[in-house]
């Protein structure tokens, strides 16, 4: 994933960054969408609009704390957001899968696309569709959709780390 928003910034933008940069911004409000839509579904009115509209700000300024303004500013750094705003995405239309309304099967679909999207951010994505399959479990999924997610998994993690290659002094992954 990032790899391919560095090609676009080299061959659309000329290696500007400023294209970079805007997508460290849209991943990082991406995010918060997300957050946001989980805070109110799990609201339900339950807290005044004024605090709901509190804790939103808070999620928000956590979300562009100053401390990570390297995060933002460097162009490159997008894999530090995507491996953020892709997998948390997963996670929450697997949730919505579960609820098994009229989308159930396209937003099952959702998650496991963007499950695998997540394998092309950091390491941490590449374990993203083995913890879906850990957290359908959990929601008491139907078997073939924790057994797809187990199984996609296990595959996206393989091919991750098919030809990983590990630093001189270092132990393999295996080791």
């Keep these: 994933v ?4 560095l090609w676009l910034d080299f061959y659309l933008f000329a290696v500007r960054d400023i294209f970079l ?19 109110k579904s799990i609201n339900q009115n339950k807290a005044a609009p004024r605090d ?35 997998p948390l995405l997963s996670f929450v239309l697997l949730s919505r899968a579960a609820q098994n309304g009229p989308r159930a099967l396209l937003l099952f679909g959702g998650a496991i696309a963007l499950g695998i999207v997540s394998a092309g951010t950091m390491a941490n ?8 399959a850990v957290w359908a479990m959990i929601l008491r999924m ?16 393989y ?4 030809d990983l290659k590990t630093p001189p002094g270092h132990t393999t992954l295996v080791e």
Aim: glycine share 6%.
């Design 2 to 5: 990032t790899r391919l928003l």
């Design 21 to 39: 940069v805007l997508t460290n911004f849209l991943f990082a409000f991406g995010t918060w969408c997300i957050l946001w839509s989980c805070l």
């Design 52 to 86: 709901l509209s509190l804790i939103g700000a808070v999620l928000g300024a956590w979300l562009v704390l100053w401390s990570q303004d390297i995060n933002f500013t460097w162009g490159f750094q997008n894999h530090v957001r995507a491996a953020q705003f892709f």
């Design 125 to 132: 994505g590449a374990l993203a569709l083995v913890f879906m």
């Design 142 to 157: 139907r078997l073939w959709q924790v057994a797809m997610l187990a199984l996609l998994g296990t595959l996206v993690l």
């Design 159 to 162: 091919l991750y780390t098919s």
